[in-house]
Each structure stands twice: as C-alpha cells, then as structure tokens.
C-alpha cells in the first residue's frame, strides 16, 4: 500500500482485542484524519484479536519477540507516531528516547488517578468502583519513562452509576471516552506531524 510520503505514519501496539485500534480505524474511513495512516500494528501477543481487526483493514501486522525486534521494525517503516492502544507491556527508557513526544497511550480513569504500574484493564475500574468515586473517565498522555506519567494531551469524563460493576463501567469509559478522544488527538497530532514533515 503506497502511502504519501508527508503524511503522518502511524503505529498502533496492541496486546488482547483492539477495541480502541478498531475506533482509530473507524475514525479513518470516516476521513476523521486526513493527515495521517495507520501502516503498521505489532503485538507481542500473536493471538491477539486486535492483528485481525488489522488484517481486516489490510493494514500490516507483525509479532514480535522483543523490544530490540521491534524498534528494528518501526524504524524500517519510517513511522512518525506510535498509538500504544490496550498494550500491555511497559517500554524501556531507551525505546521511549528514540522516539520523543512520538508516543502516546490511553488509559481508562482521569490520570493521576489509578495510574501506574499494574493499573491496567478491568483493574483500573475495580479500583474506581472500590474508592466510591462518582466521575471516572479515559486520558490520552504522551509516554515517558514513568508507567502513565507522561504530560496529559487530553482526558473525556464518564459519571459512575451507582449500579455499576467493573465490567459495565470499562464498557461505557470505552464507548463514552476512550474511542472519542483518542482519535481526536491521534488526529491532532496527526496534523501537527505532517505539517512539520512538509
């Protein structure tokens, strides 16, 4: 697939069902992001679900066995922004050094709540139903070296109702925030990146 050269290429690491790759492209066919192009998305994990929502939308896939691996990969590919989209793993500081301010993942709560190491998944809101707190959400943040410490881009908040479990909480953190800010910076950035390119 032949993609323009100034155009922002993107990178999108995923680990289990790739909800949040499948809103990026969406968002794409949808034209919400003229600037940029998924090109590549890579996993760790080869059964994840998130590679056939990929091949689905003939974008690439790779699985790969280590970080070295797969530096190697983004490099060959000359991608501009990694979407670190229900990844599941923490990236070194030297990975993170190759590509400054080109990283950003999503998380589900209002960081710097239920933040960090461990706090991933149906994790993140078992601890929001188990704090009592009435507004959670999803924040969109430019990795560092730090798990979630990176500067905030953007962050959508969702209210707990007073019904809610864990799993019906992530479902509407997911449909609610999640799958409308993080296009809307990937987008954002997007733009950005390819004006600097040109």
């Known amino acids: 697939m032949l993609v323009a050269e100034s155009i922002c290429r993107i990178a999108v690491l995923v680990s289990g069902g790739g909800t949040n790759l499948q809103a990026l492209i969406n968002s794409e066919k949808r034209g919400d992001n003229p600037d940029g192009k998924i090109v590549f998305v890579a996993s760790a994990n080869p059964n994840a679900y998130a590679l056939e929502r990929a091949k689905n939308a003939d974008i690439e896939t790779f699985v790969f066995r280590d970080e070295a691996e797969l530096l190697s990969e983004l490099k060959a590919r000359k991608i501009d922004l990694i979407v670190l989209a229900g990844f599941l793993k923490i990236l070194s500081a030297d990975f ?13 709560a209002l960081l710097p709540s239920f933040g960090g190491k461990g706090c991933y998944g149906i994790h993140v809101h078992e601890m929001a139903l188990d704090y009592g707190v009435k507004v ?32 019906t909480l992530q479902k509407r953190v997911m449909e609610e925030a999640e799958w409308v800010i993080l296009p809307e910076v990937v987008s954002g950035l997007s733009t950005f990146i390819r004006d600097r390119k040109e």
């Not at 993170?96 to 589900?108: A, K, L, Q, T």
Request: no cysteine; aromatic share 4%.
């Open 136 to 167: 959670t959400g999803a924040t969109v943040h430019f990795v560092n070296e730090v798990p979630d410490g990176g500067a905030i881009i953007a962050q959508k908040a969702v209210n707990v109702e007073h019904d809610d479990t864990a799993e």
């Open 96 to 108: 993170i050094r190759e590509f400054p301010d080109r990283i950003i993942n999503v998380h589900p």
